[in-house]
């Protein structure tokens, strides 16, 4: 046999038979590559929606590398910009504002700062309202003024308004009256020192004033406009019908209701 006829005959016996074989279809077909297309399609729409929501709120919200819209994080801590609000409370341990601008604190109501211990316990507050400033505790400051053309007023509602100084304390108003007014009693004292009253005059209103009988006639019938001031021994001061000597001691009888 020849080498044509040995490849010849090795083929022939290769070749599978028409009439035996089986043909199996191989991939999707029908209803189920119509499906896989859908969800295929599906799932590249939902791709590109969520990228495009994602650069819509990274545009919104400002985000950048150095933090999110007014709010920058730097290498001393957060720096905000802008109006801000907060519903939560805010916890930091230090707030300023830039050097060539005030710090401004707003709110609809009062603005409240509290200042606690270790222990939670408060021991200082500060509350600005509508009517002014309420301090819970006592206030240490160098500096207290108005704002121009308004007038500046420190009150205690319920207790006693106490002011100390160890070196002393200047009250004075420059173009207008000082004004001490009270229900009950205004009382200076000095220790050691003494309490001087400089002016041009000195007036002293609402004295009760001593009866004093004279002997001469013509005095009942002129109006008394000369009156003496007398000093009782507790310190009260009363006035008296001036006479040609002193007439404290006749009308003593105010210095036994003192």
Not at 114 to 124: D, E, S, V
Not at 134 to 139: K, Q
Not at 199 to 227: C, E, K, M, W
Request: one cysteine or more; hydrophobic letters at 40%.
């Amino acid at each position: 046999m020849t080498r044509e006829q040995y490849i010849l005959a090795t083929q022939q016996n290769n070749l599978p038979r028409a009439e035996n074989a089986q043909l199996y279809p191989v991939g999707i077909y029908g209803w189920r590559k119509r499906c896989l297309y859908f969800f295929v399609l599906l799932l590249l729409v939902t791709m590109i929606v969520n990228l495009a929501v994602t650069i819509w709120i990274l545009k919104v919200m400002n985000f950048t590398v150095d933090g999110m819209g007014n709010l920058r994080v730097t290498k001393k801590g957060i720096r905000l910009e802008g109006i801000s609000e907060f519903l939560l409370p805010l916890y930091v341990k230090e707030i300023h504002s830039r050097k060539d601008s005030p710090l401004v604190l707003q709110s609809d109501r009062n603005v409240t700062v509290n200042a606690r211990n270790h222990m939670g316990q408060l021991t200082g507050q500060l509350t600005v309202g509508t009517e002014g400033a309420v301090f819970g505790h006592s206030v240490e400051t160098p500096h207290i003024r108005a704002e121009p053309s308004q007038d500046l007023r420190l009150e205690s509602p319920t207790r006693s308004l106490i002011m100390e100084a160890p070196r002393g304390i200047q009250v004075s108003a420059a173009a207008g009256d000082f004004k001490a007014a009270c229900r009950k009693e205004l009382l200076l004292q000095s220790t050691e020192g003494e309490i001087f009253l400089n002016a041009d005059t000195i007036r002293l209103g609402n004295l009760p004033t001593g009866s004093f009988s004279s002997s001469s006639p013509s005095s009942s019938h002129s109006r008394q406009t000369v009156y003496e001031l007398c000093v009782c021994p507790s310190g009260k001061l009363y006035l008296s019908p001036a006479g040609a000597g002193s007439t404290c001691q006749s009308s003593s009888s105010i210095c036994l209701w003192s």
